[in-house]
């Protein structure tokens, strides 16, 4: 494949446009064809990629011969139907958005198209990119400042979920529960950083402030807006997840502890920009902080992000060092880093701690409904 490649966008709402702005970065990309139902949104994005041409169907942008490559960001709900209509039209690369599915019932058949499959699927897992977490991974697995992992904490303190297209983001029979839609990414670092699977979740979680006031034809929402959460995994380290999306008053988002028997790493990474109140100056800078044992002394350093990347999406900059290496997977120069095996583990584990802060019992991750290797297959 030539150097140059050309996109077809599934869905074009939020995340979408964020696609759209980063992939306008990429040497030699461009976006020919966009399905997005809303006209709203699918304006939105045409002025974003004014030479794309407007599909009238999924189909469409699949079966266009100006298509090398396709970007899923419809509403979760969407995915797994989506993904196996594309598969029964053609093969072609794709970049999936998060969660991958959000039924348990579609796991094991998502894995199955995955095993079969002739051509990348590569699931957005943004955090994974972003700098200052980058860089707490290379910390972690190369294991100078901590030795191994025993304990790994992330916190994040955030603005509540924002409104789409019909708010469908509201209840869980689309989002597949706010620790589908919003914690996979979490999930998916656990499994990343501990460089095992999990065995164990446990969680507790509530609707206490977001959206009550809300009403439509559904109802109430019902998506959770706290929560923790607590995973073991086969090798004998533990996780912990602390969500709050009503304390968008931090001055970080997110942030990453890891504890080995040398030291602990952190990071601090900040929310969008622009939602950073302008009369108390600049955002803050993504930190690292290495705290060893033995001499004691933390020693902090700025992790900062690309004004460009940093300014194409509210992300950290993330968006855009992901679709550098989806693009060089599409051409045959890199390898998929997130498969769609991991973004389903994640999302299992997701679904496993949503069924675990309603019923009030520890999920067993070896036996039972939510058995990883039973869903996923080797990997």
Not at 221 to 245: T, Y
Not at 287 to 299: A, D, F, M, T
Not at 359 to 374: C, N, W
Request: proline share 7%; aromatic share 6%; glycine share 8%.
């Amino acid at each position: 494949m030539s150097e140059s490649v050309r996109y077809g966008l599934i869905g074009c709402g939020m995340m979408g446009q964020e696609h759209l702005r980063n992939i306008a970065l990429l040497p030699g990309a461009s976006v020919t064809r966009i399905f997005e139902p809303d006209h709203a949104m699918a304006d939105a994005s045409l002025a974003l990629a004014p030479s794309a041409q407007r599909a009238a169907s999924l189909a469409e942008v699949v079966q266009a011969a100006d298509v090398d490559c396709l970007v899923i960001t419809s509403p979760n709900f969407r995915h797994a139907e989506q993904m196996h209509e594309i598969a029964a039209l053609r093969t072609l690369p794709i970049l999936l958005e998060k969660p991958a599915c959000t039924a348990l019932e579609d796991v094991a058949r998502l894995a199955e198209l995955g095993r079969h499959y002739g051509a990348p699927i590569w699931v957005a897992m943004e955090y994974r990119y972003m700098p200052p977490v980058a860089r707490l991974a290379q910390e972690v697995h190369s294991q100078t400042h901590t030795g191994p992992m025993h304990m790994l904490a992330i916190r994040e303190h955030r603005f509540p979920f924002l409104v789409k297209v019909g708010d469908w983001n509201r209840f869980n029979q689309y989002t597949g529960g706010t620790l589908v839609e919003k914690c996979c990414h979490f999930f998916d670092l656990m499994r990343h950083l501990t460089r095992s699977e999990p065995v164990r979740v446990f969680a507790s979680a509530s609707v206490a402030h977001n959206h009550r006031d809300e009403q439509y034809p559904e109802g109430t929402p019902d998506i959770l807006d706290n929560a923790f959460v607590i995973l073991d995994f086969a090798n004998g380290q533990r996780a912990s997840l602390d969500l709050c999306m009503f304390a968008e008053g931090s001055r970080y988002q997110e942030e990453i502890s890891v504890v080995g028997p040398r030291g602990k790493v952190e990071c601090f990474v900040p929310g969008p920009g622009r939602f950073w109140p302008t009369h108390l100056g600049p955002a803050p800078v993504p930190r690292l902080v290495l705290s060893p044992r033995n001499p004691k002394g933390p020693q902090e350093l700025e992790v900062p992000v690309d004004p460009t990347a940093l300014a194409a999406g509210d992300h950290n900059g993330s968006t855009l060092y992901q679709h550098q290496r989806f693009n060089a997977a599409v051409r045959g120069k890199g390898a998929v880093e997130v498969s769609l095996r991991d973004g389903l583990a994640a999302v299992v584990m997701g679904m496993a701690a949503q069924e675990s802060a309603r019923t009030g019992q520890a999920i067993d991750l070896t036996q039972g409904p939510f058995k990883l290797e039973a869903l996923l297959g080797h990997p």
